[in-house]
């Protein structure tokens, strides 16, 4: 039985990075790349009109920027997956972009490899950040209140066992399979950690619950 094709729409205003992208894609069986977008604008339209399950999106394009795209495409309600592929590994845009709901964060100075193997994560509904901005995401939320531990947060055995696919990067629909509960289920679970841990966003939880929950 053939696998699953995830269909994909690239927007990005470099053409020769889209270019690039096309072909690692067209090295992945499990995506199938089906629009590309020179600018935001054009991002928004085709995702509308396309309505991928992963969109890969630059944060910095010269008509209207990935973080209005992303909150375009997050305030729709449709189930495309926003990963940002970008040159920027400064912290302030990692934060916003994990905070306005991207499913993502990659570099777009990554190995090959690397981009072929996270592209492939994020496809089957992992949250994928590139491996060198986990420490610079850990040190811009150390100074923030929050609780010390998992206990102190107050967390149910559920939460905790919500937080651990979270903290595994495993998207809500896959938690809900993982455990046999609706979708809708985990939502207000992952909310409600969320709102006990002080964060906005679960790439913000998975990062700070990674050697908490084993403690």
Sequence with gaps: MSETRHTVLIVDDHPLF?????QLIQTIPSLELIGE???????IEL???LQPDLMLLDLNMRD?????????????ETDTRVIMVTVSD???????????GADGYLLKDMEPEQMIDSLESA????VVVSESLTHLL??????????????????????????????SGLSNKLIARELDIAEGTVKVHVKHILRKLNFRSRVEAAVWAVGRLKS
């Design 37 to 43: 977008a020179s600018g935001g604008s054009e991002g």
């Design 18 to 22: 889209r270019r690039g992208l096309t």
């Design 64 to 76: 209207i920027s990935g973080l209005e795209v992303l909150k375009a495409v997050k305030a729709s």
């Design 90 to 100: 400064h912290s302030d845009d990692l934060v916003a972009s994990l905070r306005a």
């Design 138 to 167: 850990a040190n811009a939320l150390r100074g923030e209140s929050r609780p010390e531990n998992t206990t102190d947060a107050g967390l149910t055995e559920q939460e905790l066992r919500i937080l651990e696919h979270v903290a």
């Design 47 to 49: 995702q509308k009109a």
């Design 123 to 126: 496809a089957h509904g992992k």
